[in-house]
């Protein structure tokens, strides 16, 4: 599972991208979750069923790649290649609930990660 991870996280290289992936319930998506915080790349998880919401996210935020899934195949789109400044703790943004308008993006940095690991 972890060469699997780290060849998708790996084929990125440097400095570090903004990588979307559809999460999924299947080894693939995860392997490429893994891979990417491996690698030391930004990531947030978009749900597969939301293609309108993931197309807007993607148009707001311009992730440098989207990583989707296609009959358990991994399907890379490279969005662009230009650089983005991303702080060097950032790990994962996760979405709000948009409960008080539309949706924004947390960040996590992997201390977070950790500490809310271990406290589980």
């Keep these: 599972m972890l060469e699997k991870a780290d060849a998708i996280g790996n084929a990125f ?7 979307f992936i ?4 299947t080894v693939e998506s995860i392997a490429a979750y893994i891979g990417c915080l491996r690698a030391g790349h ?8 939301k293609v309108t919401d993931n197309q807007t ?6 992730p440098h790649v989207f990583i989707k899934f296609v009959n358990d195949d991994v399907e890379i789109d490279t969005i662009h290649s230009e650089p983005i400044d991303i702080h ?3 790990a994962i943004l996760l979405a709000t609930s948009g409960s008080t308008g539309s949706k924004k993006l947390v960040k996590l940095s992997y201390e977070n990660i950790q500490s809310n690991t271990l406290s589980i």
């Design 42 to 49: 930004a990531v947030h998880l978009v749900d597969p069923c």
């Design 13 to 19: 290289g440097v400095p570090k991208k903004l990588i």
């Design 57 to 62: 996210l993607i148009e707001q935020y311009r």
């Design 88 to 90: 060097p703790d950032l």
């Design 22 to 25: 559809e999460g999924r319930n």
